[in-house]
């Protein structure tokens, strides 16, 4: 499959902080795994994340009941402070992340569809997550 055959999906979310707060947070270990989440049913107990062009990245995630597990893997392509990141995951799938500052941050995440996943699970999952971060930010 060549990358015009693959679906991208768009998520999107507006956090009322200023952009370094937004960057860090979304940026460190320590906080990732308290937000990378789509619902309280998950956790992410491990994150390895070495940010710049060519860094590679480790979020496991799980079900706290331990009946799913999947480890999110990558490298970075390109980093912008405050403003970009896009990666390759290894399966070859590609997303960017784009922080655009204002008197809030919109955050926006466009992703290539895993293509053994149904759309809407992925939609719905990485929506939910980008929510999650968003009353992480919010409420630190």
Not at 77 to 84: A, C, S
Not at 105 to 121: G, M, R, S, Y
Not at 125 to 140: I, N, R, S, T
Request: charged share 25%; glycine share 6%.
């Amino acid at each position: 499959m060549n990358n015009s055959d693959k679906t991208t999906l768009t998520a999107e979310t507006e956090i009322n902080a200023p952009i370094e707060k937004v960057w860090a947070l979304w940026t460190t270990p320590e906080d990732i795994m308290q937000w990378n989440n789509p619902n309280a049913d998950w956790h992410t107990p491990r994150v390895e994340n070495d940010l710049r062009p060519g860094g590679k990245f480790l979020f496991a995630m799980a079900l706290k009941d331990g009946s799913l597990n999947f480890d999110f893997t990558g490298s970075y392509d390109e980093v912008i402070t405050n403003k970009l990141i896009s990666y390759t995951l290894n399966d070859g799938r590609r997303s960017t992340i784009t922080f655009t500052s204002g008197t809030s941050v919109k955050l926006v995440e466009a992703f290539e569809a895993d293509n053994t996943q149904p759309i809407a699970t992925q939609q719905e999952f990485c929506q939910a997550v980008l929510d999650g971060f968003k009353g992480y930010v919010e409420g630190k």
